[in-house]
């Protein structure tokens, strides 16, 4: 299937036109599969462009969401680096490339390349208001860690 690239996509897609194998001779087989083959493309750049934004949380989902597009779960490169030859050379072998250049964000992110993010101390505490939300009856938490005081910002 040669479909053209939405202008939307031109920061994380270079090429103007794409090819893309339906895995089949028969055109009443190809006409059913190009519908979810398309949707698929257009979810992997959308993830892309997620990882291309700012934001290391966004960027860590975006290549866990990038993995699992191609068919694995995403690991941390320790962990990729120890997997068995056969399930390596699966990663490998995935990663899309534009002639010889393999898709640098795709690569990233199915060998686990992409670190977890690390988290701030207000980060944790905006997660943990959003966390607790609903158990908070009076309007007011105080959480004592270390000495230090904190109350519910939305009080």
């Known amino acids: 299937m040669r479909k053209r690239v939405p202008v939307r996509y031109g920061e994380v897609e270079p090429r103007r036109e794409i090819w893309l194998s339906l895995h089949t001779d028969s055109r009443a087989e190809a006409e ?3 519908p979810a083959i398309w949707r698929a493309q257009i979810e992997a750049w959308e993830a892309r462009l997620a990882g291309a934004s700012e934001g290391a949380e966004r960027r860590f989902q975006a290549a866990q969401d990038l993995a699992a597009k191609r068919g694995f779960s995403w690991l ?3 962990d990729v680096t120890r997997l068995p030859r056969e399930e390596l050379l699966e990663r490998i072998e995935a990663i899309p490339a534009h002639g010889e250049v393999p898709n640098r964000q795709e690569a990233a ?5 992409v670190s977890a993010p690390e988290i701030t101390v207000s980060r944790a505490l905006d997660l943990y208001w959003g ?3 609903d ?3 009076e309007g007011l938490l105080h959480i004592s860690v270390r000495g230090i005081h904190l109350e519910n910002p939305e009080g």
Request: proline content about 6%.
């Open 109 to 113: 992110a199915i060998l686990g390349a």
């Open 135 to 137: 158990r908070v009856t």
């Open 32 to 34: 059913v599969k190009a």
């Open 76 to 78: 941390p490169l320790k």
């Open 131 to 133: 966390f607790t939300r």
